[in-house]
């Protein structure tokens, strides 16, 4: 396996349910993000995990929760969400050297999550 | 304020010539990537330019003019496997965070035989 995977590639669940993707990145990368991407709009990026540290948006809602366990997985853990939750929710990583040095970000294909 | 530009769609012929545009208003500009996403794929990362000028990786080549806030994306000899958007995003070294890019909405491109 290479570059970066995630699992499921499509998801449907209720309102009540909780469900978790899953990303795996197979770059050797210290950096892995989580985004969400709706039509027509820019990618948002809900959370960040480098180096030990973790970032977040401040405008991500409490339902959905990210764990990062080591270097190459990273996951989003989703409860009670809401229709306006439905989107493609992206995973990427890319190495991280500090501020002044950009590393380009690889991309998983994505989750493509329905909430009904 | 921090604000990304770009058209929404493009149509083109295959084998013609086609420029995207994106303009952006940052603080602090820290470098310019373009993406390209085929529909239902990953972006995949085409280009970086941080100075200004023309950087060219085959039939695909990327312009910076910092001063005008403006790059664009020039694709040559298309064909029909570049219909897919393409994603402008700027770092901005004054964002809280070191990792957050600013992302343009895309601008789907439609190539026509």
């Known amino acids: 396996e290479t570059g970066v995977t995630q699992t499921p590639r499509h998801l449907v669940m209720g309102m009540t349910n909780k469900k978790s993707l899953k990303c795996e990145q197979h770059l050797g990368h210290n950096a892995m993000y989580w985004y969400k991407q709706s039509a027509k709009k820019p990618l948002e990026l809900m959370f960040v995990?480098?180096?030990?540290?973790?970032?977040e948006n401040n405008s991500v809602p409490s339902r959905f929760s990210p764990e990062c366990p080591n270097s190459s997985h990273l996951f989003l853990h989703l409860h009670t969400l809401q229709p306006e939750d439905s989107a493609l929710y992206l995973c990427a990583s890319s190495r991280y050297r500090g501020q002044d040095v950009p590393y380009e970000q690889y991309f998983g294909p994505g989750t493509r999550l329905t909430v009904t | 304020g921090q604000n990304i530009d770009q058209p929404t769609e493009m149509t083109a012929t295959e084998g013609a010539i086609v420029q995207i545009n994106c303009t952006y208003q940052?603080?602090?500009?820290?470098?310019l990537f373009w993406y390209q996403q085929h529909a239902g794929e990953a972006p995949t990362f085409l280009s970086y330019?941080?100075l200004d000028g023309l950087e060219e990786k085959g039939r695909f080549s990327s312009f910076l003019s910092r001063s005008k806030g403006y790059s664009y994306l020039l694709l040559k000899e298309l064909q029909m496997k570049d219909s897919a958007s393409y994603l402008c995003?700027?770092?901005?070294?004054?964002?809280?965070?070191?990792?957050?890019?600013?992302w343009g909405a895309g601008t789907k491109l439609i190539i026509k035989p």
């Open positions: 995003a700027v770092r901005d070294r004054r964002m809280d965070s070191n990792y957050q890019l600013i």
């Open positions: 330019n941080v």
């Open positions: 995990y480098s180096l030990e540290e973790r970032v």
């Open positions: 940052t603080s602090g500009f820290n470098g």
